[in-house]
T-cell receptor
């Protein structure tokens, strides 16, 4: 069965510093992986996704993530944090199996605070 | 404009009453989802539907019900059996497994 774990419910970074948000997944088959961002009292919007092919995926707003099958990880990074990056970030997984077909599972989220 | 619409944005109900949250999409997506969001718990899947007239329970389906009579619509009913219904509810839709989900703006339900 699929699941996703986000390490760290809160992350504080200085403006201009590296942003690193950790996501580990559990899946019995090759998964499809997603990162979303949520601003207060709004829905979620996609940052990037991994389906097949290149394991380093680039997304919007300067974010990127690398799929590492051996580590079952899909960590999100951004080289230089901006104040506008303050938000909550969610990792999500879907796997193509008969018992969870179509299920889209999210992690608990990581709240990012950016300090001047 | 294509998108997914949830209504209302805020909803207040008395304890013991059933309430239905609306979710409509004009993206021609096959799959639709309902999530509940509570602080520190992320998004928890309530129900999902891959096609019309079919839906599956998610991880926290107890006290909730859904229908999928039309491709565009996936309403969620929060019944009186749901012990702690106050939460932020999000609806989403997507084409298929390897595509992104599009989210509505959410409905904040408060039960008093």
């Amino acid at each position: 069965a699929q699941s996703v774990t986000q390490l760290g419910s809160h992350v504080s970074v200085s403006e201009g510093a590296l942003v690193l948000l950790r996501c580990n997944y559990s899946s019995s088959v090759p998964p499809y992986l997603f990162w979303y961002v949520q601003y207060p009292n709004q829905g979620l919007q996609l940052l990037l996704k991994y389906t097949t092919g290149a394991t380093l995926v680039k997304g919007i707003n300067g974010f990127e993530a690398e799929f590492k099958k051996s580590e079952t990880s899909f960590h999100l990074t951004k080289p230089s944090a901006h104040m506008s990056d303050a938000a909550e970030y969610f990792c999500a997984v879907t796997e193509k199996t008969s018992d969870s077909w179509g299920k889209l599972q999210f992690g608990a989220g990581t709240q990012v605070v950016v300090t001047p | 404009d294509g998108g997914i619409t949830q209504s209302p944005k805020y909803l207040f109900r008395k304890e013991g009453q059933n309430v239905t949250l609306s979710c409509e999409q004009n993206l021609n997506h096959d799959a639709m989802y309902w999530y509940r969001q509570d602080p520190g718990q992320g998004l928890r899947l309530i129900y999902y539907s891959q096609i019309v007239n079919d839906f599956q329970k998610g991880d926290i389906a107890e006290g909730y019900s859904v229908s999928r009579e039309k491709k565009e619509s996936f309403p969620l009913t929060v019944t009186s059996a749901q012990k702690n219904p106050t939460a932020f509810y999000l609806c989403a839709s997507r084409w298929g497994l390897n595509t992104e989900a599009f989210f509505g703006q959410g409905t904040r339900l408060t039960v008093v």
